[in-house]
């Protein structure tokens, strides 16, 4: 990516056949199917690419048990079906995670339920994964376990990626079969034009703002994509429609591996109100997710973790392993995601709302809503398909099963000097790229940083050819130091202040003003949230 060039291609005042606005998996899926179908893609992120909830997601490319649960078969097999294909495709990225599921006396589902959903779940997917284990195998995979009344537990198979790597990885496949892209690029107002017949008017564009100088320009396309997540209903707006999502928020935790160490993901149900979470083992740490609630914060500041979530995620952890004594203490870092829910209108608990996502065609302005992360390429597709009533060339596209490019043979023997754990992870999450990277290298940025297996060249990597903007675009987005670390990487801020500012040519002004900038997103969204007396004390709500 380079930032300069694409934003001069998209100011040339040339027309281009498909605007996507939003730059998380969504669009991201649009644009490279869009360009591999020949059209001319531009896409634009008011943020960072993958800053809203294609970061912030629970991690996992899965088919959705919990969605099988609620009755919608279709959604599981499309997402299965998906899963697999990214497991095919996207190798070392998208990684195999088993769960397992502890029975015990007396509790529901029991053992005969589970075996008869996770039959069916695995006939949806083509193969036979389930395997019954006795209790001694079950807290041999999670040791902390509580072994009361454990009978033994059901696993099967899924999967889990780095998500927002996920989403650079398309958008460098995109931009390597043309499409342009910018981040810290907001959609000011669309522009419409009287149709043709007269009926009414059609989106051709957008009033485009750049908010790191403040410059504005206008773009013009024959179709605009509105794959902005949960933000959709504000362009929608816009033309005087209605909204249609329900905003629902999930928070996580993420605590040292040490801590509480698992060679598999486990899935709980809440002594509480019986809902699913799960702690799973994620970038050498271990991740424990997730809430599900109806989020009324203005959607224009960063989600943050509730007091209440922190505790309810808690509990769950207390009551599955309490001989670990688990404690606030332990928790490494938080995220809250706000999921983009179609709303069924129904009055319904938030658990309970259908995941379809929804495309549809608004004066030209197509719509993509409510999807995950798994179906990305499916629901890309469909929107193509609506799409091409715009740009023909979208209609006449053969059709393509890949997902993204297979890896040159000659990037293994490049990495050849490289520790084979570094070597696999570059070729999963920079494929082609991976030998530039490198090249990028100075002498001691092979070396890896704590227990996360980033290495240092990975940061000047990002800051010369990832558009990076500001300091959370490089630790939590393009790296996960943000999450990985305490303090989202505070330790390291005397090694990345003279890369930053050589790479980004910061001068010591700006950094500090980023720094600071970064330590207060890091404690509002990212950080336990206060208790009730430390918030009052604040004069913020707990």
């Known amino acids: 990516m380079n930032r300069t060039e694409d934003l001069a291609a998209l100011r040339s005042g040339d027309p281009w056949d498909l605007l996507v606005v939003g730059g998380g998996i969504a669009g991201a899926g649009v644009a490279l199917e869009a360009a591999r179908a020949g059209a001319k893609v531009a896409l634009v992120e008011a943020r960072d690419f993958a800053g809203g909830t294609s970061s912030r997601s629970s991690k996992l490319v899965h088919g959705g048990l919990r969605y099988l649960g609620q009755g919608r078969i279709g959604l599981t097999r499309e997402s299965l079906h998906e899963r697999d294909a990214l497991l095919a495709q996207a190798g070392g990225l998208v990684r195999p995670l088993r769960f397992v599921l502890p029975v015990r006396q007396g509790a529901k589902p029991g053992r005969r339920k589970l075996a008869l959903g996770l039959g069916l779940y695995d006939a949806l997917a083509g193969q036979r994964t389930r395997r019954w284990h006795d209790a001694a195998g079950v807290l041999g995979q999670a040791p902390g376990l509580d072994a009361h009344e454990l009978l033994g537990g059901w696993s099967y198979l899924d999967a889990q990626a780095d998500d927002a790597r996920l989403v650079l990885r398309v958008l460098a496949e995109a931009r390597r079969l043309g499409a342009r892209m910018l981040n810290h690029l907001r959609v000011d107002a669309l522009l419409c034009a009287d149709r043709p017949?007269?009926?009414?008017?059609?989106?051709?564009?957008?009033?485009?703002?750049?908010?790191?100088?403040?410059?504005?320009?206008?773009?013009?396309?024959?179709?605009?994509?509105?794959?902005?997540?949960?933000?959709?209903?504000?362009?929608?707006?816009?033309l005087g429609h209605a909204p249609m999502l329900r905003p629902l928020r999930g928070s996580h935790l993420l605590l040292p591996d040490w801590r509480l160490p698992l060679s598999q993901a486990v899935g709980l149900f809440h002594p509480l109100d019986q809902r699913p979470v799960f702690?799973?083992?994620?970038?050498?740490?271990?991740?424990?997710?997730?809430?599900?609630?109806?989020?009324?914060?203005?959607?224009?500041?960063?989600?943050?973790?509730?007091?209440?979530?922190?505790?309810?995620?808690?509990?769950?952890?207390r009551h599955a392993f309490p001989?670990?004594?688990?404690?606030?203490?332990?928790?490494?870092?938080?995220?809250?995601g706000v999921r983009p829910v179609v709303g069924s209108g129904r009055d319904v608990a938030p658990s309970s709302e259908p995941r379809e996502h929804l495309v549809l065609d608004e004066q030209g302005l197509v719509t993509v809503t409510g999807g995950k992360l798994t179906t990305f390429r499916s629901t890309a597709r469909q929107v193509l398909r609506c799409a091409a009533r715009h740009v023909p060339v979208l209609a006449t596209a053969p059709p393509d099963d890949t997902v993204l490019a297979p890896t040159s043979a000659a990037t293994p023997v490049a990495l050849a000097p490289l520790p084979p754990a570094l070597r696999e992870r570059w070729i999963a999450r920079f494929g082609d790229l991976a030998p530039a990277l490198l090249q990028t290298a100075r002498p001691g940025e092979l070396r890896t940083i704590a227990n996360t297996g980033i290495a240092w060249a990975e940061l000047r990597w990002a800051c010369r050819h990832e558009a990076v903007v500001h300091l959370d675009d490089l630790l939590l987005r393009r790296t996960r130091l943000g999450l990985l670390l305490r303090d989202g990487a505070a330790e390291l801020a005397a090694q990345l202040q003279p890369l930053v500012q050589q790479e980004l040519g910061w001068p010591d002004e700006q950094w500090q003003r980023e720094w600071t900038r970064y330590q207060a997103l890091i404690a509002r969204c990212y950080a336990l949230p206060p208790r009730a007396a430390d918030a009052a004390a604040l004069g913020k709500p707990a």
């Open 197 to 238: 017949t007269g009926s009414g008017s059609l989106v051709q564009g957008a009033r485009l703002v750049d908010t790191v100088s403040g410059e504005g320009f206008d773009l013009h396309a024959r179709c605009v994509v509105n794959a902005t997540g949960v933000w959709a209903d504000v362009l929608r707006g816009q």
């Open 279 to 317: 702690a799973l083992p994620w970038e050498g740490a271990t991740l424990v997710g997730t809430t599900d609630l109806d989020h009324h914060d203005d959607l224009a500041h960063e989600p943050g973790i509730t007091r209440a979530e922190l505790d309810y995620l808690m509990q769950a952890l």
């Open 323 to 336: 001989a670990l004594a688990l404690a606030e203490a332990d928790v490494r870092s938080t995220w809250s």
